[in-house]
Each structure stands twice: as C-alpha cells, then as structure tokens.
C-alpha cells in the first residue's frame, strides 16, 4: 500500500510540472508576409544635356523621399516597387537661339527628379546587424522646371523620363523579424534621349543617394 500511495504522489507531481512545460514552450512569430519601408535620403544628380528643350540641367544636391512594397520570395529576399519624389535645384543654361521668357541667359531654377522601378532586396530577417544589397530597373523622370526668381515654367513642360538602373549596398539593424533600420549607399545609372544631341554627345547620366529609412513587415 506505501508503494502505491508513493507512486499516485509522483505522478501527481510530475503531471503539473509537465504540463506547465509544454504550456510554456515559445511559438514563433509567423514570417511577414509583405514589407514596406520608408526612407529619406541625399541626393546628387548628374548634369544633363537635353537636346529636345536645347538647355543644360545643372543640377545640385538634393533631398529625396522613397517608399516601397515588397513581397518575399525565398533565402529571405523580396521583390517589389519603390517609388521616389524629390525637388532639385539647378542652374538652367539655354542653348538655343531662342531663350525662354523668364530665363534669357541662364537662371536659377528648380526641377522635380522622380523615380519608378522595380526592386530586388537581399538580407536577413534575424535581430541584429546585417547586410543588404538593393537592385532596381526602371525609370527616372524630370519635370515642373521652374525659374525661382520668376516663377515662369521653363521647358520641358510635360515629364521627360529616362531609363534608369541601379545597385545599392548598406547595412541594417532589425530589432524584430518584423522591423529594421537601414542605411544604404545606392548608384544610378540613367540614359538620356539623344534628339537634337552630335552623335558624339554622351547621354549616360547618374544619381547617388545616400538614405536612411525603415522597413517593417505586416
């Protein structure tokens, strides 16, 4: 009879401790299904010599805003599109024998600098230091030339969009699965229209951007 009364304490006792283990063992976090950041960035943009307007875009640095939406795909890499705003100014340089009223020599001005592409992402998901690397195809547009000192809309009037690629390369810190801080060095390469440009003439353009953002999955 004692051995049977030790063995219904035992296992009275084991049972609850048992019980409480499997209650208490961590679930993981199901993995995001869609991603999406937001960043802000410096931007320089390369001159550009427009033979369709017949004027130098001298642009200077800017700020730039981009945000994002990607999807997963394997080894914790995402495909998506991003898109990007900045207003840039520059010193517009017409080269015409007809200059445009508000600009006769050359003028101060602004201009917005867009971007459209697609995107590929490689990084990790785990809470720490990482790497990444960003690679885009698409589309860089100009437009909204306008001189400062007056106003005036300068051409082109309408969007002059070129065809743009680009990688960039930078590091980030997740705090989550599900949210991370980055910061990434990209380069562009875009190609500009040749109308009304000496065969000679190089169309190739570039944009650097330097930005800080943050990603968060849902």
């Not at 004027?55 to 999807?71: C, H, K, P």
């Not at 997963?72 to 517009?92: D, E, H, K, V, W």
């Not at 960039?168 to 380069?187: H, K």
Request: glycine residues 12%.
């Amino acid at each position: 009879m004692r051995s049977v009364a030790f063995a219904c304490v035992l296992v009275g006792a084991i049972g609850p401790t048992s019980s409480a283990q499997i209650i208490r063992q961590p679930t993981r976090a199901p993995a995001p299904k869609a991603w999406a950041s937001l960043s802000v960035g410096l931007m320089d943009v390369s001159w550009v010599h427009d033979g369709s307007t017949e004027s130098d875009w001298r642009f200077g640095n800017t700020v730039a805003y981009r945000i994002s939406l990607e999807m997963p795909i394997q080894n914790q890499s995402t495909i998506g599109i991003s898109g990007s705003f900045a207003r840039a100014p520059l010193t517009y340089v017409p080269l015409g024998v007809v200059a445009p009223a508000g600009c006769p020599n050359s003028c101060d001005a602004d201009a917005t600098v867009t971007q459209l592409v697609a995107t590929f992402h490689a990084g990790r998901n785990a809470i720490g230091f990482q790497q990444l690397i960003d690679i885009s195809l698409g589309a860089t547009g100009y437009s909204s030339f306008r001189a400062r000192s007056t106003g005036v809309k300068l051409p082109p009037t309408q969007l002059d969009a070129d065809l743009l690629a680009g990688i960039g390369y930078g590091f980030g810190y997740a705090f989550s699965p599900d949210m991370q801080i980055t910061l990434v060095q990209e380069g562009f390469l875009s190609v500009h229209q040749r109308t009304g440009l000496a065969g000679d003439e190089n169309t190739l353009g570039r944009q650097f951007v330097l930005r800080f953002g943050t990603r968060f999955g849902f």
